[in-house]
């Protein structure tokens, strides 16, 4: 099958063989029956926003290792082929950082950035709300807060056991003087497609033809769940052709996608069908 994802860069055809799976949580955290005044309670009752903030603080450590318990059991070490294609890929940090608005850049030691952004897992705190967020000032201890949580997967993660092992964690680290909740809200495998198959030299020498220069492999961090399915229902591998840029504001008001790889997209795609029919003569 063919699905979408971004080019890596402008007038760069990319072939994505790897997707991240994600296990998305939501911890609700109960002290009081009510909301107390913070004068009159505060230093006898645990506040849920404090309390949270501690579970919180607890899921990694300053070096952005994830600290929950078994998490790693299942994470393969980067192969040194998959080392050797990124980089290969025209990554300019400087400029990465001076598009996002960051001094500097932060993620798990050892590994370089795109690496962490798209064959690492990774754990980060979505949401957060709990007691008085008006203009002003208001001296609440408020009864609840809570947080979502996202943890993007990769290839042998399962995000049941993920679900699990997050739950259990949680439970473990909340103070006794709260009550949690945790809830699974949504999750889907990771997907690798092998890149050294007959169809993907056929994707390979389309992209060359529609966009006149050699393309990359490259893994994206987001998650695509049904990919993972057609792979275990109907033992089908995905091949990943996107035409798309990453600097597109996907999902946004102003998504939009640049004419010339929307061109060489429908040319590419017109020959990649071409090269698929040669296989099977």
């Known amino acids: 099958m063919i699905s979408d994802t971004a080019m890596y860069d402008h007038d760069l ?10 296990t998305y949580m939501q911890i609700d955290v109960t002290g009081p029956n009510k909301d107390l005044h913070s004068g009159s309670f505060g230093g006898g009752v645990n506040n849920p926003i404090n309390a949270l903030a501690l579970i919180i ?3 990694k450590d300053e ?8 998490f790693y059991d299942d994470v393969k070490p980067l192969s040194q082929k998959e080392k050797d294609e990124f980089k290969r890929l025209p990554y300019d940090e400087e400029k990465f950082k001076a598009e996002l608005g960051v001094d500097e850049l932060f993620g798990e030691e050892g590994y370089t950035t795109i690496e962490r952004t798209s064959a690492r ?3 980060d705190c979505n949401g957060i709300w ?8 208001k001296t609440v201890l408020p ?6 949580v996202s943890m993007r997967l990769v290839p042998d993660q399962d995000p049941a056991k993920i679900e699990k092992l997050f739950t259990d964690y949680v439970n473990k680290i909340t103070p006794k003087s709260v009550k949690v909740r945790i809830t699974s809200l949504h999750g889907g495998k990771p997907s690798v497609t092998p890149i050294d198959t007959p169809a993907i030299k056929a994707a390979m020498r389309a992209l060359k033809m529609g966009f006149g220069v050699e393309p990359v492999f490259m893994k994206e961090g987001g998650s695509i769940p049904i990919v993972n399915s057609f792979k275990e229902i109907l033992g089908a591998d995905a091949i990943l052709l996107g035409f798309g840029l990453p600097d597109e504001n996907a999902h946004s008001p102003d998504e939009h996608l640049d004419l010339n790889n929307f061109h060489n997209g429908i040319l590419s795609v017109t020959y990649f069908y071409n090269e698929l029919s040669k296989l099977n003569k």
């Open 143 to 148: 009864s609840t807060a809570g947080a979502k």
């Open 13 to 22: 055809p990319s072939i994505c063989y790897g997707l991240r799976g994600l």
């Open 63 to 70: 070096k952005d290792n994830i600290l929950i318990d078994g």
């Open 130 to 137: 709990g007691g008085f967020a008006g203009e002003g000032a």
């Open 57 to 59: 603080s607890k899921l």
């Open 121 to 123: 897992p990774t754990l």
